[in-house]
């Protein structure tokens, strides 16, 4: 059974910088390609950015680019987001998500990925 278990979120000013992490388990997370998403209430989950099984490849959604890094460390079966310059639209609920299949494409496409954590949330203050 996957298991994904973020952490990281909290309260920042805005400008301000977080880290978000997810720990993996029950999946051989080096196979499997990630992502964060987030949520506001009252709207759908949305993409924030993916990463590649092997790291190589990574997307991100316009609204985060330059600000935003995602990356991981398949040997702690670990992914993180890297985020700066924090907004007050970036305050959300964010998850973490494995693909559905190993080695499939890390996109932007929600219904690409199949196991979610629980979610962190992210309070930016003004």
């Known amino acids: 059974q996957v298991q994904l278990a973020e952490s990281g979120g909290g309260l920042v000013q805005t400008g301000g910088s977080l880290r978000l992490s997810c720990a993996a388990s029950?999946?051989?997370?080096?196979?499997?390609?990630m992502g964060w998403f987030r949520q506001v209430p009252g709207k759908e989950r949305e993409f924030v950015a993916t990463?590649?099984?092997?790291?190589?490849?990574?997307n991100y959604a316009d609204s985060v680019k330059g600000r935003f890094t995602i990356s991981r460390d398949n040997a702690k079966n670990t992914m993180y987001l890297q985020m700066n310059s924090l907004k007050p639209e970036d305050a959300a609920v964010y998850y973490c998500?494995?693909?559905?299949?190993?080695?499939?494409?890390?996109?932007?496409?929600?219904?690409?990925?199949?196991?979610w954590g629980q979610g962190t949330r992210v309070t930016v203050s003004a």
């Open positions: 998500a494995s693909h559905r299949h190993p080695f499939g494409v890390a996109t932007s496409r929600r219904l690409d990925f199949g196991s």
């Open positions: 029950g999946l051989r997370f080096s196979t499997y390609s």
């Open positions: 990463i590649s099984w092997n790291g190589r490849s990574t």
